[in-house]
């Protein structure tokens, strides 16, 4: 179990920390840069960003400056052409399956076990989060031409309510799935 929450907290951060880098290269503001979810148990302030580990690892997040609203700023995610949007949403499942890649060709062939392990799940997840089901990376290319649809305004307002419906479901799927990692962890599985 050590192993499985090692690994998913250095994926969720490698995730994360590409959307940032990547959003900061397109000159978008990020307010909030999380790691887990729920009340923080470490954050800190640096420039305009608020840095955050929380206790939840279900997954992590950038809460990226006027990300799901119309917006006059020019550092806000709705005013950014769309392909700075693409590449800011698919830089986290871009960097894990690359990630995973590499760590599973370089611990099968030195025989590192927790090297292939971690690049495994990283490759799983990254490919998982590559499905275009709302909240998910894959699903943004897709939810951002709602904005040339139905405009900003209202288009925003339904990707909005699209995210929040499909990020129920996740973390609903995701902690109905606890008991069974904890199985796993008990026979030995992770």
Known sequence: MFKFLISLFFI???HEGAHLVLAKLCKCGVE???IGFGRPIFKKKIGDTIYQICPILLGGYNKLKDELIHSNDPK????????KKCLIAFAGVTINIIMGIVCLLIGRKFNIDNLT?????SLM????????????DGSYPILVWLEKFYGK?????????????GFIFLMTLNILCIPYLIYLAKTGGI
């Open 12 to 14: 969720i951060l490698f």
């Open 76 to 83: 806000a995610f709705s005013n950014l052409p769309y392909r």
């Open 125 to 136: 997840l990254g490919i998982g989060n590559s499905i275009p089901f709302p909240a998910l």
């Open 32 to 34: 909030v840069f999380s």
């Open 153 to 165: 305004d209202k288009g925003y307002k339904i990707m909005e309510k699209i995210c929040r419906i």
């Open 117 to 121: 392990y971690f690049g495994w799940l």
